[in-house]
């Protein structure tokens, strides 16, 4: 009785929210449109080294929320790896040595990485870059796992941390490098704009793929733990 | 210099960051100390150009608004800046040597606190309302990370909660954001409130600014949206619990208290002013009331830390259709009481830490006999207290003083009642700490010292929060600083 009594405030509540919702978005819809923002961007496309305008805003209009989810996505892969406690992040169980699976791997994986390559450099002048290409390439190493193909840098090593930061490392040097120059930070030397959106994309691509990669792959996998503060360890 | 004080700013916690997470603890340490000493070099530097020039915005990437991202660096901003890097770097220091350096996960600390630190200083400055979506989740989850850190059962029940929590309130708070740009076509704060001055309040945007105090609402544990902060708080290591009760939940409140500056005269209503204002005296009463219940020490505070964010939402019906006079003073209020609930705050839950890793438990009736054998601890902890309680001559009187005026210069004379009933409550919760501190047990002789730098580390802390009350008149006059609207770094 209590349970249908709290599902029917539950949907009414859900139902009174998106009538409010529905109503606001109604309201601004049928405002004129403000702002000048589209034709400010197509007016400054010419300066920002690439032709694709979501291209353009992620990547050299608004960098710098760019940069930080980059972070935010570091942080994850952070998180991720910090609960997993094995010296290696694969399982040798998992290993799998069926042939048809091989295979149909030996298909797949170079097709799967010849589209993430593909969409990175799409990324300039049609829908594509980083974060798809990275999803694509990170998809692979999923597949590659799933399949039982060992993957030995996969270990919460130097290694791994360094692939994590990579994409985010790069980007933040860049960002750096006009402030050396007198400029303002994230403000790239106007000739060299499309050669390092590239190079930041291509590192991108491929620290988001390990970030994604591990968080797939890390759980934690043993007992051992931290006590609580004030248990007796 | 600005430039460079401003370039130096943004990339030292990102730079430290990607250190820390390629060397393991021991290094980490170390090179964290390098990094603390730039950064409070940096906000120091940027703290004395503002105080001396104004403030500024700041473009990033040569891109201005609403093309690009702007930064507002004025004076409550660079003050957030400099109480971050006082706080953060206690928090380091003290952890540093708190935190078993033995345990190989223990290295995964280090990146994510400067992640954090990063966070925080992109939502003081930030002038951008998706820009600052992003800077609160750098701080939401480089903070779940933390409290996970070890991957303890209670500690992931805790955290997921807190992850839960923390994305439904940054959710709330995009489509808020959506549905502002949607409307005014532009995400900069500074251009929303341009259009406000020439045009009449439209109506649709006023759910968008409700969605969003919510989500920040539910983001900085306002009751009743405040179960999931003390088991977060309470489980976290306490150099952890100490960046979170002083820091984190500040960042979300500091938008909340901007976005409500800047819209809510427009966009908000008398009666959506009162409600958040009765929450907040709900959260002081209901907060220190089952502060005097827990039995744990570190619930203790951490509900005391609801109890304390109730006195921030008073500035929502303190600020709205005043005269401006009580509503400069509301604002002042509210930033002193930010300002020494962070430095008590953080005093507090260090000094918590210590009492706990002494005495071998975590519960407070296992204190007995604590005051003869940690009594400094356990004077910081009390001078913490003094603030908190809002005693002269602390910054949490000061802060309360200011409250207090405001809330009878506007009429409002029911903030005041609420104002007395938490200093009070506050006192009955943390004297039952002392007296279980001061009794006698003949049973137990047992205690672990902690090593001296953990012991002075709170006390620093602890006695800036009361100094605080002393210059809190210096502290104000930064902020009310002329700031330069055109004006170019």
Known sequence: MIRAVRTCFIALACIAFSAVLAASIWAIAGDPGQGTLPQLLSENMSRSGVEHPVTAVLLNFRSYDTLLEIGVLVIAGIAGISMSKTTSLEDPELRTSDPLLYALQRWFIPLMLVLAGYLLWAGADRPGGAFQAGAVLAATGVLMRLGGIPMDFLRPGLLLRLGLVLGFSVFLLAAVVSVIGGDAFLAYPPDMTKPLILVIESVLTLSIAMVLLALFVSAPVNDAEDPEEGDPS | ?489
């Open chain 2, 1 to 489: 210099m600005t430039l460079w004080l401003m370039a130096g700013l943004l990339f030292t916690p990102l730079a430290w960051a990607v250190l820390t997470l390629l060397t393991d603890f021991v290094w980490g340490r170390r090179v964290t100390w390098v990094g603390i000493l730039v950064q409070v070099l940096v906000s120091l530097g940027l703290w004395l150009t503002v105080a001396q020039h104004g403030g500024f915005y700041y473009d990033l990437g040569g891109w201005g608004a609403p093309l690009g991202i702007e930064l507002r660096v004025d004076g409550l901003a660079v003050t957030f800046v400099l109480l971050t890097a006082a706080v953060a770097s206690a928090c380091g220091l003290h952890a540093g040597v708190y935190i078993d350096q033995h345990k190989p996960w223990h290295r995964y600390f280090w990146p994510l606190f400067w992640f954090l630190w990063s966070g925080l200083n992109a939502v003081w400055l930030g002038g951008d309302l998706f820009n600052l979506y992003v800077g609160l989740e750098l701080i939401s989850l480089s903070a779940v990370g933390l409290v996970a850190l070890g991957g303890n059962a209670n500690a992931l029940r805790a955290s997921i909660r807190y992850l839960l929590a923390a994305l439904l309130g940054s959710l709330a708070y995009l489509l808020g954001v959506a549905l502002i740009y949607g409307q005014f076509g532009t995400l900069s704060i500074a251009g929303v409130v341009a259009w406000l001055d020439n045009h009449s309040a439209p109506a649709g945007p006023g759910l968008a600014l409700a969605l969003m105090i919510t989500g920040l609402a539910l983001k900085t544990a306002l009751f009743p949206l405040h179960r999931w902060l003390p088991p977060a708080h309470g489980i976290a290591k306490s150099p952890v619990s100490a960046l979170l009760s002083a820091l984190v939940v500040k960042a979300s409140f500091y938008i909340a208290a901007r976005l409500w500056l800047a819209f809510g005269e427009s966009l908000g209503s008398l009666a959506a002013a009162q409600m958040v204002g009765l929450l907040g005296g709900a959260a002081v009463v209901w907060g220190s009331w089952l502060a005097c219940k827990q039995a744990q020490l570190k619930q203790v505070v951490a509900y005391s830390s609801v109890a304390q964010i109730g006195y921030l939402f008073l500035l929502f019906p303190l600020t709205y259709s005043v005269s401006e006079s009580v509503s400069l003073q509301a604002q002042q209020g509210i930033t002193l009481q930010v300002i020494s609930h962070a430095l008590a705050k953080a005093a507090m839950f260090l000094a918590a830490g210590n009492l706990i890793l002494s005495v071998g438990s975590s519960r407070i009736d296992a204190l007995a006999g604590v005051s003869r054998f940690l009594p400094f601890s356990l004077f910081s902890f009390g001078l913490a207290g003094v603030s908190l309680m809002s005693l002269p001559p602390s910054g949490g009187f000061a802060a309360k003083w200011l409250l207090l005026q405001a809330s009878l210069g506007s009429g409002q004379w029911w903030w005041a009642l609420v104002l007395l009933a938490g200093g009070l409550l506050s006192a009955a919760y943390l004297f039952r700490i002392y007296r279980a501190s001061f009794a006698e047990n003949p049973e137990t002789d047992q205690f672990f010292h902690p090593s001296k730098s953990l012991e002075i580390i709170p006390m620093v802390l602890a006695v800036m929060a009361l100094g605080l009350g002393f210059v809190s008149e210096q502290v104000l006059s930064v902020m009310a600083l002329p700031f330069a609207e055109e004006g170019a770094p």
